[in-house]
């Protein structure tokens, strides 16, 4: 396992070689949980395992795309970790429900305070039951609607009761940190968050603030503020460009910008190589 780790450390920390993780394999899955069914994508290392493993929870626009397709993001980041030995799993909170996507509605059926972090732990359970998994080391990982859903789900109200091994850590891409930081946000585990200083879209002061707050309940969590990064830093190869009509935006305006820092992309390959392997 020990070695395992180390070779997750390296390769994520390598954008040489995580160039090459484009061929990592992935398959569509149904996730069943009691009276709860949702369809996923799997990312799942070559071998026999144990691996460590991910929940990774998409964003506002969805899992898949227009084709049909698995988000170009999300496959990125599901190939590089596969590649690494580290089984990713999308749950999709949208599809099953009959819905797309909601970045432009402001009463949203699918709320990151409950059905997402219900998403969440169903399929942690369903991961949890996989012969091929590491019990002691499934993370949660989400991007903006699905990272303020992840930090949702790292609180200490929000401890599974289920028996089974509680998530290892979490990683929160550019989360909107405001009703979390008017909840007095803590984390049980430990927390990275990594944000874009010029992100309109859910602003850094807000999660700088709900950190800052939450020390004096938990020094669970940490941030990294990029500057000049907007929103979705991390998507390969994407200029940035201003999305207009959003239901939510840090001025209010329903505009906010997106798309590729490529050295605050590169440096977050490399913290959430290290932070896995904690």
Same mark, same amino acid.
């Given at each position: ?116 972090v219900s998403d969440a732990q169903v399929a942690r ?13 499934? *993370?949660?990982? !989400? ?9 949702? #789900? %790292? /609180?200490?109200? $929000?401890?599974? @009761? ?78 940035v460009r201003q999305l207009s009509g959003l239901a939510? *935006?840090?001025? !209010? ?9 490529? #050295? %605050? /992309?590169?440096? $977050?390959?490399? @913290? ?7």
């Amino acid at each position: 396992m020990r070695i395992r780790i180390m070779r997750l450390a390296a390769v994520l920390m390598s954008l040489a070689m995580a160039i090459a993780c484009q061929a990592a394999a992935s398959e569509s899955v149904e996730i069943t949980d009691g009276g709860t069914t949702l369809t996923g994508i799997l990312f799942k290392p070559q071998g026999p395992g144990p691996f460590p493993g991910v929940i990774a929870l998409h964003g506002c626009g969805g899992l898949m795309n227009r084709e049909g397709r698995i988000v170009r993001r999300f496959e990125d980041w599901g190939n590089r970790l596969a590649a690494a030995g580290v089984s990713v799993l999308f749950p999709d909170s949208f599809t099953a429900r009959g819905e797309s996507t909601q970045c432009r509605l402001r009463e949203r059926n699918v709320r990151t305070t409950r059905e997402r972090v219900s998403d969440a732990q169903v399929a942690r359970r369903w991961l949890l039951k996989q012969e091929w998994i590491a019990k002691d080391r499934v *993370s949660l990982i !989400g991007w903006a609607n699905g990272a303020s859903a992840s930090l949702w #789900a %790292a /609180r200490p109200q $929000a401890v599974p @009761r289920d028996g089974l091994p509680d998530f290892r850590s979490v990683i929160a891409f550019y989360p909107g940190c405001i009703r979390l930081s008017q909840a007095a946000w803590s984390a049980r585990i430990p927390t990275m968050i990594l944000i874009g200083r010029a992100d309109d879209w859910t602003p850094a002061a807000a999660c700088e603030q709900m950190v800052a707050g939450a020390k004096g309940r938990s020094a669970r969590a940490s941030i990294v503020v990029y500057p000049g990064a907007y929103h979705e830093f991390d998507r390969p190869d994407y200029p940035v460009r201003q999305l207009s009509g959003l239901a939510f *935006s840090a001025d !209010g305006t329903g505009r906010a910008h997106v798309g590729t820092n490529p #050295a %605050a /992309r590169e440096d $977050a390959i490399r @913290r959430v190589g290290q932070f896995l392997a904690r």
